[in-house]
T-cell receptor
Framework: DVKVTQSSRYLVKRTGEKVFLECVQDMDHENMFWYRQDPGLGLRLIYFSYDVKMKEKGDIPEGYSVSREKKERFSLILESASTNQTSMYLC????????????FGPGTRLTVL | AQTVTQSQPEMSVQEAETVTLSCTYDTSESNYYLFWYKQPPSRQMILVIRQEAYKQQNATENRFSVNFQKAAKSFSLKISDSQLGDTAMYFCAFRAGGTSYGKLTFGQGTILTVHP
């Protein structure tokens, strides 16, 4: 079975802190994705990566950056956390882009105070 | 840009009954995929069912089936013989074909509660 893990289930940070959310997949998937989930808005794509060191902006990239130094690991970085970034963050991966299923991690509930 | 709309924020059903969740989408693409994902209270999102737009036959996975109406841009999920374990949030998602790297556009979600 594909396994996607995220570094923390719950995280509390203060405004202005730099925050790292990490995601690891164990199935040699090409593509990895970061979403945020908010009530009434569904999931919105922040960034995705289709290869090591390759990244593309999603629909809501402002205030975020990403890093993919190794194929299995995709990090989301909040350079200076703000209260409006309080949300559930979900990581996903897929083998290729062509119709393949995305497999999701358990999510990180981030609260910024 | 694609949009996906789920107009039912919450639904409830009695155990063993059938329920249908609605989803509409808007796209100018001719080649695409549609998905239903389930997110149980434990939060791990899993795929329920997928449909390729070029296939006329509606997808079925055990108790889960879809009604795909391409002209109407509608993609509803039917759950038969509902079970308590079906309680979850359900998301409809769209993926364009071609070199879109598998990006998904999600609807707002529908919370489904199955009552004993």
């Amino acid at each position: 079975d594909v396994k996607v893990t995220q570094s923390s289930r719950y995280l509390v940070k203060r405004t202005g802190e730099k925050v790292f959310l990490e995601c690891v997949q164990d199935m040699d998937h090409e593509n990895m994705f970061w979403y945020r989930q908010d009530p009434g808005l569904g999931l919105r794509l922040i960034y995705f990566s289709y290869d090591v060191k390759m990244k593309e902006k999603g629909d809501i990239p402002e205030g975020y950056s990403v890093s993919r130094e190794k194929k299995e690991r995709f990090s989301l970085i909040l350079e200076s956390a703000s209260t409006n970034q309080t949300s559930m963050y979900l990581c996903a991966s897929s083998l290729t882009g062509y119709g393949d299923t995305q497999y999701f991690g358990p999510g990180t509930r981030l609260t910024v105070l | 840009a694609q949009t996906v709309t789920q107009s039912q924020p919450e639904m409830s059903v009695q155990e063993a009954e059938t329920v249908t969740l609605s989803c509409t989408y808007d796209t100018s693409e001719s080649n695409y995929y549609l998905f239903w994902y389930k997110q149980p209270p434990s939060r791990q999102m899993i795929l329920v069912i997928r449909q390729e737009a070029y296939k006329q036959q509606n997808a079925t996975e055990n108790r889960f089936s879809v009604n795909f109406q391409k002209a109407a841009k509608s993609f509803s999920l039917k759950i038969s013989d509902s079970q308590l374990g079906d309680t979850a949030m359900y998301f409809c998602a769209f993926r364009a074909g071609g070199t879109s790297y598998g990006k998904l556009t999600f609807g707002q979600g529908t919370i489904l509660t199955v009552h004993p």
